[in-house]
């Protein structure tokens, strides 16, 4: 069979308006606003333009941003726009693999240009799962199957930024044939 890749967008950028995406010349989405995922895509591996223009901006114009990605095959990557408007920047990270099934994989990405860098803490174990991310780095844990109380923290601190409702994590579901 023929390779891909697997990508989608998120628009992290708190102050920036709504984006059109494209790659290269071909329209993705339009109006994606701030905290919003687009749809997963699927594309032939390649090097890539992402280009974002402010929403109904011209597409023959210079666009707000242009990300370049170089994507590899049977991957899957997550492209976000980040950082404030006037230091707009486009930050690409390859999505960790698929845990096992009776695993699940917890991923911290710290997209806030303001923040001190955070600890992921399990506070029911009383424990830091995945500590000192800072803005712009994304680290993960694959952990059993849990159902975990999360909290977010300034690293190295009680200080709780966000705290997160207790979740279950039931680890990927597989079906046979």
């Known amino acids: 069979g023929t390779a891909t890749t697997r990508f989608e967008v998120l628009?992290?950028?708190?102050?920036a308006p709504p984006v059109d995406l494209y790659v290269g010349?071909?329209?993705?989405?339009?109006?994606?606003?701030?905290t919003q995922f687009s749809p997963r895509y699927v594309i032939a591996p390649?090097?890539?333009q992402i280009r974002?223009?402010?929403q109904g901006a011209d597409p023959n114009g210079t666009p707000l941003l242009t990300i370049p990605v170089g994507l590899e095959p049977d991957?899957?990557?997550?492209?976000?726009i980040a950082n404030r408007v006037?230091?707009?920047?486009?930050?690409?990270?390859?999505?960790?693999?698929?845990?096992s099934a009776a695993q699940a994989t917890l991923r911290l990405m710290n997209l806030d240009p303001g923040s001190a860098p955070l600890d992921l803490f399990d506070a029911v174990a009383n424990a830091v799962l995945i500590p000192d991310v800072?803005?712009?780095i994304a680290k993960q844990i694959t952990i059993p199957q849990a159902n975990l109380t999360l909290q977010l923290r300034q690293t190295g601190t009680a200080n709780i930024v966000v705290s997160i409702a207790p979740t279950n994590f039931p680890g990927?579901?597989?079906s046979g044939i």
Do not use: C, M, N, W
């Open 86 to 99: 006037q230091t707009l920047e486009g930050v690409v990270y390859q999505e960790p693999p698929t845990p």
């Open 52 to 54: 974002v223009f402010q």
């Open 46 to 48: 390649g090097t890539y």
């Open 75 to 80: 991957q899957r990557y997550l492209i976000v």
């Open 172 to 174: 990927e579901s597989r």
């Open 11 to 15: 628009h992290a950028s708190p102050d």
């Open 134 to 136: 800072a803005f712009k």
């Open 25 to 34: 010349t071909t329209p993705l989405r339009a109006a994606l606003a701030y």
